[in-house]
């Protein structure tokens, strides 16, 4: 059964850090690129980050950029967004995907992605 858990969410001020981790299990990771990808209150999803599966290319949207660094553990079967100076506008409900395309300066999805069901940051004082 294909799985992808994300974790570590939670309640930070701003200025203040998280890291998230996504766990894949039923599925070779290793084949996969993968994304992190938030959605707000009221508002579309977005695509955050995405790392190539060897973890040669990495993507990142605008507004994370220098803030947020994405990395992945193949044999550990892990995923990571660490995320440093947290913004109020960085609260949304964070999600993990596969991701059948991430180049430097995007990605691809299709309808085929495996996605986790999501964890809650909050940034507030």
């Known amino acids: 059964q294909v799985q992808l858990v994300e974790f570590g969410g939670g309640l930070v001020q701003p200025g203040g850090s998280l890291r998230l981790s996504c766990a894949a299990s039923?599925?070779?990771?290793?084949?996969?690129?993968m994304g992190w990808f938030r959605q707000a209150a009221g508002k579309e999803r977005e695509g955050v980050s995405c790392?190539?599966?060897?973890?040669?290319?990495?993507y990142y949207e605008d507004s994370v950029k220098g803030r947020f660094t994405i990395s992945r553990d193949n044999t550990e079967k892990m995923v990571y967004l660490q995320m440093n100076s947290l913004k109020p506008e960085d609260t949304a409900v964070y999600y993990c995907?596969?991701?059948?395309?991430?180049?430097?300066?995007?990605?691809?999805?299709?309808?085929?992605?495996?996605w986790g069901k999501g964890t809650l940051v909050t940034v507030s004082s």
């Open positions: 790392i190539s599966s060897s973890a040669d290319t990495t």
């Open positions: 995907a596969t991701v059948l395309l991430c180049s430097g300066s995007g990605y691809f999805i299709n309808d085929q992605e495996y």
């Open positions: 039923g599925f070779s990771l290793d084949y996969h690129a």
